[in-house]
């Protein structure tokens, strides 16, 4: 729900502290005093924001409510919406960026004398910035009057903007409340995250002074990306989206962000072309996909349509002419394509056109994570508007950057610097005539393919069937070692075989559980809550970072690799934050607390110190009492976790507290100990020898097949 001037979520009692949510879970936990939820639901309750600030200055957590906080309150409190507030406290930054002395006079003015005036200087800063497209945005000035919504209610909001744009300047006093606006909508609007927009942007080249569009704006990310250039200011920014109030609070992010002229108009752009006359020297996109109701039926004659009519299910390809027809010859677009528009038979006949006259200059995998949807490894799509009398381009560039994701793939453990430079390597070599000529070849990554070679019955255009793979160490030596390495493992193993012991009738252990062990002293159990970041590739800062032991760490036997998420640091000073984290050492028993199988991880000296992440419990035996191999080796016991497993809805979870040891002394625990280590270690070495074989099987495979291993 909305953080409004009267209720907050745990999130907005963060902010206003300037903790982690943790902290304030913490807080709800160890103060009876701590306010009581007053709406929301169970998972993300609302809290009266009086209540908060007043307990949070008793606490000497708050010494007053911070100004962006403060603002956002009043915006989101306003009598008009949201949306129509944040538009009318947009056109005021405005002035205040481009006419500071006007602002300077009419706030000096009394408050009904302010609200006389100020629809005039608006005005005109409006119509020196957007021209004839000012009236959508002068309509939201004046809309609800009628309700006494009109200047005069929002001259106290107004002010407090003014005393936040100097703070943080016009620019980023907007893009902090247009950003908390978009989170709190996150839901209705798709947005294009930095990294593949400001890749979008570098790909399209906009010359200096040149002239861009985006024909579905959203919150305008991809033209923003374009003006943050310096090198490369443009001229004109042409925006236009089907949602109205998107589209003004773009326009008015867009004049804030740059000098550029701004043209922002509200219309379905396939049936209602805002710019028909258009012909920018950039195009940018990130279109909706998968519509069906796109214009197929009203649509059939378009003049767009240049490179074939698309079928109903092919919405992408639509948009992909479109953005050609809008371009100057020798222009460039670039959109944000779903993977199946590059080998979909409905869209063959458009694709192979699009080929035949040089339209299409490259396609370009992204990996998945990259941007919504973010299940789906999406694709770039690079066009260039043919040229008059010029031959059309005779190969299409070819990237895949899905190797380059981050381990275990996702949007959060994406390398983005990495998947960058890997794309702008091929591209800028293939795009430059008059350079060195490029290498055809990138294997893994890039090639580039004569188009004649891609003319064939389908049309199939996905870059993982045209890029050669990345070698796989299939070469020769590198497979030698590491069947010497293998070699090695395997010998290790059968020496740690163990072997054969004298077994008879199951011991009538008399037995005790964690649960009294820990009320009598004798162990202390501790469970984890922190969830880590994806593991660091290139950040200066990641050696310095503490890591998590994550539960998949535990699983698999790998050394803690992940970092430790900022928001648990305690930036207020406290100490709350740092109870939430729990950090293993020596000895210590961790214990994976889902799912059906019986792992356990007794910490060594390499991974004492990491931070014990979530779905974790740790066990930390007194020296004195307990053995840790013997404890460990006991709780893998299979009728010891059945007996201590519960089991809701599909999963699995271990309640540790019912694990059950028994009551032996502590030297012999030290023999059983000693055993259970042994074990361990050969589990290991079975561990490592699979991996290593599996290593070794694939890059046989691999060499065979592809030339670089021959058969004896």
């Known amino acids: 729900m909305p953080e409004n001037a009267s209720e907050v979520t745990a999130a907005g009692i963060a902010r206003?502290?300037?903790?982690?949510?943790?902290?304030?879970?913490?807080?709800?936990?160890?103060?009876?005093?701590?306010?009581?939820?007053?709406?929301?639901?169970?998972?993300?309750?609302?809290?009266?924001?009086?209540?908060?600030?007043g307990w949070l200055r008793t606490q000497g957590k708050l010494a007053e409510v911070p100004l962006r906080e403060r603002v956002w309150q009043q915006l989101a409190d306003h009598p008009a919406t949201t949306a129509t507030a944040l538009v009318r406290v947009g056109c005021v930054l405005l002035l205040v960026r481009d006419r500071p002395t006007t602002w300077q006079e009419l706030t000096a003015l009394p408050e009904e004398r302010m609200a006389e005036l100020l629809p005039t200087a608006l005005e005109q800063t409006l119509a020196a910035r957007f021209g004839e497209d000012r009236a959508p945005l002068l309509h939201r000035l004046t809309e609800h009057h009628a309700e006494g919504h009109g200047p005069s209610t929002l001259v106290p909001l107004l002010r407090s903007v003014a005393e936040l744009a100097a703070e943080l300047g016009p620019r980023h006093a907007y893009e902090f409340l247009l950003g908390r606006y978009l989170d709190v909508n996150l839901r209705q609007y798709t947005l294009t995250p930095p990294g593949p927009a400001a890749l979008m942007a570098r790909l399209a080249a906009l010359p200096p002074g040149g002239t861009v569009l985006d024909p579905a704006a959203g919150a305008g990310h991809l033209l923003c990306?374009?003006?943050?250039?310096?090198?490369?200011?443009?001229?004109?920014?042409?925006?236009?989206?089907?949602?109205?109030?998107?589209?003004?609070?773009?326009?008015?992010?867009?004049?804030?962000?740059?000098?550029?002229?701004?043209?922002?108009?509200?219309?379905?752009?396939?049936?209602?072309?805002?710019?028909?006359?258009?012909?920018?020297?950039?195009?940018?996109?990130?279109?909706?996909?998968?519509?069906?109701?796109?214009?197929?039926?009203?649509?059939?004659?378009?003049?767009?349509?240049e490179y074939g009519f698309p079928a109903r299910t092919e919405s992408e390809l639509a948009w992909v002419q479109h953005a050609l027809a809008r371009l100057r010859p020798g222009g460039t677009a670039v959109l944000l394509m779903p993977p199946a528009?590059?080998?979909?038979r409905s869209g063959r006949r458009i694709r192979a056109g699009l080929l035949r006259r040089g339209a299409l200059r490259a396609v370009i995998a992204l990996p998945a994570g990259a941007a919504p949807p973010y299940g789906i490894p999406l694709h770039l799509w690079v066009l260039r508007k043919p040229e008059p009398h010029q031959p059309p381009a005779s190969e299409l560039l070819f990237?895949?950057?899905?190797?380059?994701?981050?381990?275990?793939?996702?949007?959060?453990?994406?390398?983005?610097?990495?998947?960058?430079?890997?794309?702008?390597?091929?591209?800028?070599?293939?795009?430059?005539?008059?350079?060195?000529?490029p290498a055809t070849e990138r294997a893994g990554v890039g090639r580039a393919v004569p188009v004649i070679e891609l003319l064939d019955d389908d049309i199939d255009l996905a870059p993982a069937r045209h890029v050669p793979p990345a070698t796989t160490g299939a070469d020769a030596d590198d497979l030698l070692r590491v069947r010497n390495r293998l070699t090695d493992t395997l010998q290790l193993t059968a020496e740690l075989t163990p072997a054969p012991a004298v077994t008879g009738q199951p011991t009538p252990w008399p037995a005790t559980t964690l649960g009294e062990l820990a009320r009598a002293g004798a162990l202390t159990i501790r469970a984890g809550s922190v969830t880590a970041l994806a593991p660091a590739h290139s950040a200066p800062s990641a050696p310095t970072r503490a890591l998590v032991l994550t539960e998949q760490d535990v699983l698999s036997g790998a050394p803690p690799s992940a970092p430790l998420p900022d928001q648990t640091a305690d930036p207020s000073g406290t100490g709350d934050a740092e109870r939430e984290v729990v950090r293993v050492e020596t000895g210590d028993v961790v214990v994976p607390v889902l799912g059906q199988g019986s792992v356990v991880r007794v910490i060594d000296d390499s991974t004492a110190g990491a931070v014990l992440g979530r779905n974790l419990q740790l066990l930390r035996p007194d020296p004195a009492a307990l053995d840790p191999w013997f404890l460990a080796g006991f709780l893998r016991a299979t009728v010891n976790t059945r007996q201590a497993s519960s089991y809701a809805s599909t999963a699995t979870r271990l309640d540790v507290r019912r694990l059950q040891l028994p009551r032996i002394s502590l030297a012999d625990q030290r023999r059983y100990g000693e055993r259970f280590r042994a074990l361990s270690a050969f589990e290991d070495a079975l561990r490592l020898a699979g991996r290593l074989g599996e290593q070794l099987v694939q890059g046989l495979y691999d060499g065979l097949t592809d030339g670089t291993v021959r058969p004896r």
Do not use: I, M
């Open 341 to 344: 528009a590059a080998s979909r």
């Open 225 to 305: 990306a374009v003006a943050d250039d310096p090198g490369r200011a443009p001229a004109a920014l042409y925006v236009q989206d089907l949602d109205p109030d998107l589209t003004a609070l773009t326009a008015l992010r867009l004049a804030l962000f740059s000098d550029a002229a701004v043209r922002a108009r509200t219309a379905d752009t396939l049936r209602a072309d805002a710019f028909p006359d258009t012909a920018a020297d950039a195009v940018l996109c990130h279109p909706p996909f998968n519509e069906r109701n796109w214009g197929h039926d009203e649509l059939a004659y378009d003049p767009r349509w």
């Open 16 to 53: 206003l502290a300037g903790v982690g949510r943790a902290a304030v879970s913490n807080w709800r936990r160890r103060h009876p005093d701590f306010p009581k939820p007053v709406g929301g639901t169970e998972t993300s309750p609302s809290f009266a924001l009086a209540d908060v600030e």
């Open 399 to 437: 990237v895949d950057t899905a190797e380059l994701a981050g381990s275990g793939g996702g949007r959060d453990k994406l390398d983005w610097q990495a998947v960058q430079q890997a794309v702008l390597d091929a591209w800028h070599p293939f795009d430059d005539p008059t350079g060195t000529p």
